[in-house]
């Protein structure tokens, strides 16, 4: 019966390869072209990356206008026009759609302490100061001029931020601050052994790679943790014995804030993690880093910013929906993903969020770490980004919510389709090393044709985030 199965199998294949080689050569074309034709019916042009008449963006509204969470996600960090379209939607949400935070995936605690200290920092000191340095660029002050200006008048945007990681020594001395006002001499203990600690781990951790197997990696980097987890805990310690005292002192300083004691605590905990993520391998390391943002996410919208409509911009690898059923390649071998803290939120929301992706179809970016310019090929036929780039637009939105049925035209939207970015470890993006299916990781996909690498910010006017002017 077996044999009799793959035999009637092979016929058909044999039957059905005959069937292509007659069929007329124009039937191609006509399914091509009506896969066009439905894209161009079904997708949206953005016509500018930077202006402020929002009237291309309508058709987001009957999208978003229930949503409490949007998601920007990007597959690479690199990209200056990803920053000029992710600015002018997050301009667009909070004027038309009543989105009051702005989260980014850098450091929760930096974040805050940015914003408090807002009225007496530039925009270029707040942006080197509260987000990673794979967003300093010119694309990306854009938007902290707008959360300077907003701040002025009553309708803020706040910023916020949800990751555990160390992204600036500005929180080292917002905490090191407020220690000192009890304790002059534990403050400064506090700005050094940090700031050490820091130094000591990414010096092991550029030594030998994350996760490395070698054994020297984990003795060294065991060593980091058993050095400063001690001193952590001891000023965590000092600061819930004398929290009211505390408090009392910060409330001069911070009188519409009262949950500063909060943030120092959460974000000295979150450092802590940091350290002990050091002894993950790579996939590991990122579902115990996303598991950690979920929850401070989590404790932003419940309680630094009770009732908010929140919007997130990260990496797509951490926004998806349904990121462990990614496959992803990584060293010539097909893995599945991690469990991201978009998973876990989706889990909660469910339809009270809507997840958008970006991608580019071709143009030049540099790498993550060493600013290595590099090409990024035009996408493959029958990849996500070719697909959506036939809408013939420069800039390609595309809806997957409204799609239903299934249908000839459509079909990709349901099944597993390869797309390009940089993986778990690359520095650069990649053709095709991501296959998933797109309606079941995403609500909606922007396509931008061209990109190229972010204009660099002149460092020379920021010390430490605080300018030296």
Known sequence: MKSYKRLSMFMMTVVAGFSLLLAPANSFAAVDQSQTNWLKNNTHEIKSLKSDDFSDLSFLKPLLKDKTVVSLGENFHRVAEYSEIKTRLIKYLHEELDFDVIAFESGMGDAAAVYENRDSLSPEAM???????????????????????????????????????????YLTQFIAGGIAKLDL????????????????????????????????????????????????????????????????????????????????????????????????????????????MADNLDWVMKTLYPGKKVILWAHNDHLAKITSGIRVKEDGNWIYSFTSMGQLLHQKLQDKMYVIGLYMNQGESVTISSYKPFTIQPATKGSLEQLVMQSGYTNTFIDFTQQKVKNDENAWIFRHIYASEDGLTAEEVRPNVMRFIPNQQYDGVIVVDKVKAPTPIDYSKVKFGIETE
């Open 185 to 292: 001499d534990k403050g400064k203990n506090f700005l050094q052994f940090e700031l050490q600690a820091m130094t000591d781990f990414y010096e092991v951790l550029n030594k030998y790679g994350m996760g490395s197997k070698d054994p020297a990696y984990r003795t060294e980097m065991q060593k980091v943790i058993d050095t400063y987890e001690p001193q952590y805990q001891e000023v965590i310690k000092f600061i819930e014995e004398h929290r009211a005292e505390l408090t009392e002192k910060l409330a001069a300083i911070y009188p519409d804030q009262p949950l500063i004691c909060d943030i120092y605590l959460k974000s000295l905990s979150d450092h802590v993690d940091f350290l002990k993520s050091g002894l993950n391998d790579v996939t590991n390391a990122y579902s115990s880093r996303d598991q950690l």
């Open 127 to 169: 942006m080197t100061s509260s987000i990673f340095p794979i967003w300093h660029s010119e694309e990306t002050l854009e938007l902290f001029d707008y959360i300077k200006q907003q701040g002025k008048g009553d309708k803020p945007l706040y910023l916020a931020g949800y990751d555990m990681q160390f992204t600036s020594s």
